[in-house]
T-cell receptor
Framework: DADVTQTPRNRITKTGKRIMLECSQTKGHDRMYWYRQDPGLGLRLIYYSFDVKDINKGEISDGYSVSRQAQAKFSLSLESAIPNQTALYFC??????????FGPGTRLLVL | GQNIDQPTEMTATEGAIVQINCTYQTSGFNGLFWYQQHAGEAPTFLSYNVLDGLEEKGRFSSFLSRSKGYSYLLLKELQMKDSASYLCAVRGGYNKLIFGAGTRLAVHP
């Protein structure tokens, strides 16, 4: 079984809709992250959490929110989706050296 | 500001050696990572350098010069399956990773 899982793997939604992307991990790591990846821009950090009670904004948090429900679960919400949020979204966990372990990604299309 | 630069694309021949360069300017430095990402898949960890010098791991080696803000990933005995994007990432201040845009490597016969 995969150590980091994401659901859904693919999602098409309409402008203005609220959607949630979910991430679960079995690696036992405290640190979890949400990134988005766009062609030519690399991975950009949206939010990160160093433990259940610690949530921090990344470089592009506007339009997103997160919830850390447990050590193993970290979800990302788009309150009102817009087309420029169309991207590939990755969840990741890390050990103390910050070696990141990525989930398989969620491909999101906002129409 | 914070900036990580790497070439956008490279091509190489199967069996050859290729070097992918990465230069960085970041506020704080706590290590440099290289990740491999095949198209449509998640990035996977390749190497980590925190001290100057060369780290060798099988066909892959990674070099770091902190004074020059420079790293490279060396891939030897290239195989077709090495066709992928290679991401340079710096662990900067507050222990956050900053990623470069990636280098897309195409290996041809």
């Amino acid at each position: 079984d995969a150590d980091v899982t994401q659901t859904p793997r693919n999602r098409i939604t309409k402008t203005g809709k609220r959607i949630m992307l979910e991430c679960s991990q079995t690696k036992g790591h405290d640190r979890m992250y949400w990134y988005r990846q766009d062609p030519g821009l690399g991975l950009r950090l949206i939010y990160y959490s160093f433990d259940v009670k610690d949530i921090n904004k990344g470089e592009i948090s506007d339009g997103y929110s997160v919830s850390r429900q447990a050590q193993a679960k970290f979800s990302l919400s788009l309150e009102s989706a817009i087309p420029n949020q169309t991207a590939l979204y990755f969840c990741a966990t890390s050990d103390l050296l910050e070696t990141q372990y990525f989930g398989p990604g969620t491909r999101l299309l906002v129409l | 500001g914070q900036n990580i630069d790497q070439p956008t694309e490279m091509t190489a021949t199967e069996g050859a050696i290729v070097q992918i360069n990465c230069t960085y300017q970041t506020s704080g430095f706590n290590g440099l990572f290289w990740y491999q990402q095949h198209a449509g898949e998640a990035p996977t960890f390749l190497s980590y350098n925190v001290l100057d010098g060369l780290e060798e791991k099988g066909r892959f080696s990674s070099f770091l010069s902190r004074s020059k803000g420079y790293s490279y990933l060396l891939l030897k005995e290239l195989q077709m399956k090495d066709s992928a994007s290679y991401l340079c990432a710096v662990r900067g201040g507050y222990n956050k990773l900053i990623f470069g845009a990636g280098t897309r490597l195409a290996v041809h016969p």
